[in-house]
Structures are given as C-alpha cells and as structure tokens.
C-alpha cells in the first residue's frame, strides 16, 4: 500500500485545487484552507476512485458515484441547491422551480461541474500521472477508513461553517428527496456491469478527444456565465442546452470510445480538454467573485497547471511500463 499511497494523495491534494482554487470560487490568498478543502473534496475523490477500481467497474460508474457525490455536497453540506441566498449571490432565482425548491439551472451546471471537474479530472490526471496502477486499488482497509473518516470531517467542518455564515437548513422533504437520489446513484453505480476488455479498434485522435473536451466544457461554462451576467432568456431554454451539451458528449463518448483501445495520450487528451476549460473561465470567476487584484494570484494556479500538464503529456508519451 505505501508504494501506492503517493497516487492517492496526488489526487487527494489535485481535486480541491481544481475543483475551487483553478476554477476560481476561492482566491490563492485562501490556500491555507486547501487541507479542510482536500478532506472533503480530494477525500471523495479518492474513495469513489477506490470502490470502482475494487469493484472491477468503469467509467461509467465513476460518474454515477460524482453525481452522487455533488448531490451529497450541495444537497447536505452547502445546500446551494436549495437555500435562496447562497453566498449572498441569488443562485436559485432563475429558473427557480417551486415545488422543487431550487433553480434548475444552477441544480444542473452545479452537479455537472461536480461530475466532470471536482471528480473525473482529478481522477483521470491522477491515474495518468501513476499509470502503471491505473486499474489497481491504491489503499487498504485501513487506508480507505481513514480517508472516510476525513471525508466525514471535512464534510461536518464545512457543513458547520457554512450554517454559522450562512443560516439555513433544508426542508426534511428536501434532504429526503436528495439522500433517496443518492442512495440510488449509488445502487446504480454497482450494478452496472463490468468493464469489458476493449477491442483492437482506436479510438478518435487525441486531438479529437482533446478539442471534445474544451467545445463541451466551454459551452457549459458559457451558458452558466452568460446567465450570471444577465443574458436571462428564458430558463427552460437554458437547460434545455445544457443538457443537450451534456448529451452530446455523452454520446460521443459511448459512439466514438466505448469498447476501443485506449492509449495514454488518449486519456491525457481528454483530461487536458477538461482542465483547459477551467484554465479561461476560472479567470472570469476570479475576478467576479474577487475582483482584479485576485487575478496574478489565480495566474500562479493556472501557471502550476500548465505545467503539471505538460507533466502529464511527458508521462503519457513514453512506454509504459509493467507495474
């Protein structure tokens, strides 16, 4: 286990630093908090990671557990899916749905980013840094308890914190209604079959994968922004597109990838494609939430990126090894 524990912890440490820091939600001049971010984040990343990998299954069940992951954060910790006044910023009024009690855009940009960003990134960047145990268990029992006992604390620390700054507490239907969601992301996720050997057909271009990435995950963003920013058309529409962005790629990915061979500079493509998206708009939200003066700080996290990728493509394109 201690010969694997460096690929949890770079993945420990790598998904609060996308998830908040690259993306632009807190400033660099926050950085302390980056261990209590990485107990809940960089924690759930590690434990979804470990329960697919132990259980033989894919990608697809890795997203699942994301979703699920999201829903857990934003339905119980910061309940920015139902309180009207999230960090003072009305996150709910457009599209607020009331029988739901939350704004369906911000349910479905807030879980996606979740998904994609806060989870699969980190842990597809992880698993290609440490590829020669890419499909192997990184902990073991004593190392998956303890990251569930941070995950918990991290989680409670948070929840805490935000109800002191901020207080508001779901409906019981409300938290019902997320923890019944949850429960079956979770059944799901170990039901699906496991991963099938891939055949001997590539799969597209690394190029391909990697501009799949950035069209998918920029037109996610955009819709979010332009919203943010007052280019309010009318809500059913917004959701409307991004779900179809969402579908999209979904099914490029299953068309295009689903049963092919994939090479490490495949995988790094599509990882890269993601953090991409992140490396723009994470200036933009940056300087919303925290003015210019946050701008050289996010400059130095964007600056270490770039260079953990170029890292990242290094790896992938040498000869693999056996573990």
Not at 9 to 14: A, D, E, G, K
């Given at each position: ?5 460096p690929?949890a ?6 998904s ?28 759930g ?26 829903l ?6 910061t309940?920015?899916l ?6 003072h ?12 009690g ?20 980190p ?10 145990r890419r499909?192997?268990?990184?902990l ?32 019981p ?8 969601a ?9 039901a ?30 955009l ?27 979904v ?6 990838t ?25 200036f ?20 270490l ?8 493509w290094?790896?992938?394109a ?6």
């Open positions: 286990m201690w010969r694997r524990l690929a912890l770079s993945l420990f440490v790598l609060p630093l996308i998830a908040e820091y690259l993306l632009g939600s807190m400033p660099m001049a926050m950085i302390a908090l980056l261990p209590l971010m990485a107990a809940m984040y960089g924690s990343a590690v434990l979804i990671r470990e329960a697919v990998r132990r259980a033989g299954r894919g990608w697809p069940s890795m997203i699942l557990l994301a979703t699920a992951y999201g857990i954060e934003e339905g119980f910790v309940q920015s139902f309180n009207p006044n999230y960090l910023l009305r996150l709910l009024d457009y599209g607020y749905v009331p029988w739901l939350t704004g369906l855009p911000w349910l479905v940009y807030v879980i996606s980013i979740h998904v994609v960003w806060s989870m699969s990134v842990i597809g960047l992880s698993e290609g840094l440490f590829r020669n499909d192997q268990p990184w073991g029992p004593v190392g998956i308890g303890a990251f569930a006992l941070l995950f918990a604390a991290g989680s409670g620390l948070i929840a805490a914190y935000t109800y002191k700054s901020l207080p508001f507490m779901a409906s239907a409300q938290l019902a209604a997320t923890g019944g949850v429960a079956l992301l979770i059944a799901a996720a170990f699906l079959p496991k991963t099938a050997p891939a055949s001997d057909r590539a799969a597209p271009h690394p190029l391909v994968l990697l501009g799949a990435g950035v069209i998918a995950g920029s037109a996610l963003m819709l979010q922004l332009l919203a943010q920013h007052g280019w309010r058309w009318p809500w059913p529409a917004c959701v409307a597109a991004l779900v179809l962005v969402e579908a999209g790629f099914a490029f990915m299953i068309a295009c689903r049963g092919r061979a994939w090479t490490d500079l495949r995988r790094c493509a599509l990882m890269s494609g993601g953090l991409l998206v992140y490396g723009w708009s994470g933009v939200i940056a300087r919303d939430l925290h003015g210019a003066a946050d701008l050289p700080g996010h400059a130095v996290i964007a600056g990126f770039a260079l953990l990728l170029g890292w990242a290094v790896v992938a040498r000869p693999a090894k056996r573990p």
